[in-house]
């Protein structure tokens, strides 16, 4: 891998992440709700799957429900696409960066960080 695209992913991944595995569905707009699976999560950002490609810098909106010490916690965001990658018929993989999250979805998110 050369370095200066080492560099541009050291600079995308700057929190660190926690694996959550969950269904997920991602709200593009004038277009119907999209089905993901969850990859990881961090403070900034999280990464999803999808069956279908979504553009490079466009705003959707996320939610998912994953279990904490026995209870469901619930987020929801707005978010950037900041990367999409075809990874074969697994779909695509894509990364997201926050950018509002509610009081609700923020402290959601801490209990899930841990």
Do not use: W
């Not at 080492?6 to 991944?13: D, G, M, S, Y």
């Amino acid at each position: 891998m050369d370095t200066k695209k080492e560099n541009t992913l050291q600079a995308v991944r700057v929190d660190e992440r926690k694996i959550i595995r969950c269904n997920a569905v991602v709200y593009l707009k004038n277009s119907r709700p999209l089905k993901a699976r969850t990859v990881d999560i961090s403070t900034s950002g999280m990464c999803i799957m999808t069956v279908e490609n979504v553009a490079h810098n466009q705003m959707c909106g996320i939610s998912f429900e994953t279990p904490v010490n026995g209870t469901l916690v619930k987020v929801e965001a707005v978010a950037k696409v900041v990367y999409s990658i075809c990874v074969g018929r697994d779909g695509f993989r894509l990364g997201l960066q926050f950018s509002n999250l509610d009081a609700n979805s923020q402290a959601a998110l801490e209990r899930i960080l841990g």
